[in-house]
């Protein structure tokens, strides 16, 4: 199937590992261009380079998305540099299991507010298109309570911030629909990559992994980056131009629930 990204514009925030990287691989293989941000400087220019060879425009910038104003200003600039935009896909997270008043607003400001000023700066940009689309990664803990993986009260604040932009997420599915942008949210399960969270716990012989590992239904693994990069790719195409609203669970039958 030729999802028609070829030549489309894409900002992919927290994109130099994990599932953000895979996503702007995904992208550049589909011939999109690709722009991308993260904290470390040297990650950044290493992914924009590697994205760049497979011959679309690539650019990034450091960028740390609790600060609103350099988030918006670089989003306007890649806007500026890609020459239009078509794409946003909200990644960046601080990652489960932040306890305390520190975690609850370690989220607030980190995913739901870096979230919320990526989609504002976006959206003039995103309206010229004709054929937009934004797409928000949530997680698991969005949508499922007392998962025996994990302690109790250990995804509590993250999980709560998810399930917050997951409604975020569909309410402007609704407002922006007649802008011409759709609106969806990805949630994965959990993925695992070398260095990565779940990597961690492998290493560390936490047991955590051994139970999300006897949870793995689908192929007895675990979830892996370019799953869920393949199915944020499908939403953001125009080859999905009439799913507006939806949350795509990416998790192998991880959960216990009925959409």
């Known amino acids: 199937m030729d999802l028609g990204l070829a030549g489309k514009r894409a900002v992919v925030t927290g994109a130099t590992r994990g599932i953000g990287r895979a996503i702007a691989e995904t992208f550049a293989a589909e011939g999109c261009h690709v722009a991308i941000c993260a904290r470390d400087a040297a990650a950044v220019q290493a992914t924009v380079a590697a994205l760049a060879a497979k011959g679309v425009k690539a650019t990034g910038q450091p960028v740390d998305v609790r600060d609103g104003a350099a988030l918006e200003a670089w989003i306007a600039a890649a806007g500026a540099e890609l020459?239009?935009?078509?794409?946003?896909?909200?990644?960046?997270?601080?990652m489960g299991g932040l306890a305390g008043e520190e975690g609850w607003r370690r989220y607030f400001e980190t995913d739901v507010l870096g979230t919320v000023h990526a989609v504002e700066a976006a959206v003039p940009l995103l309206e010229q298109s004709g054929c937009a689309a934004i797409v928000q990664i949530a997680s698991i803990a969005a949508i499922e309570v007392g998962h025996d993986v994990f302690p109790d009260g250990f995804l509590q604040a993250y999980g709560a911030m998810k399930a917050a932009l997951t409604n975020y997420v569909a309410e402007i599915s609704r407002t922006l629909g007649p802008k011409g942008i759709r609106a969806n949210t990805v949630t994965p399960g959990p993925i695992y990559f070398p260095g990565g969270v779940w990597h961690r716990r492998e290493q560390e012989?936490?047991?955590?992994?051994?139970?999300?590992?006897?949870?793995?239904?689908?192929?007895?693994?675990?979830?892996?980056?370019?799953?869920?990069?393949?199915?944020?790719?499908?939403?953001?195409?125009?080859?999905?131009?009439?799913?507006?609203?939806a949350n795509l669970v990416v998790d192998g039958a991880f959960t216990r629930r009925v959409n």
């Open 83 to 94: 020459g239009g935009l078509d794409i946003l896909v909200s990644n960046v997270s601080a």
């Open 205 to 245: 012989g936490n047991p955590m992994y051994q139970k999300a590992l006897a949870h793995a239904r689908l192929r007895g693994r675990l979830g892996r980056p370019e799953d869920v990069a393949r199915a944020v790719v499908f939403l953001a195409s125009p080859a999905a131009g009439h799913i507006s609203g």
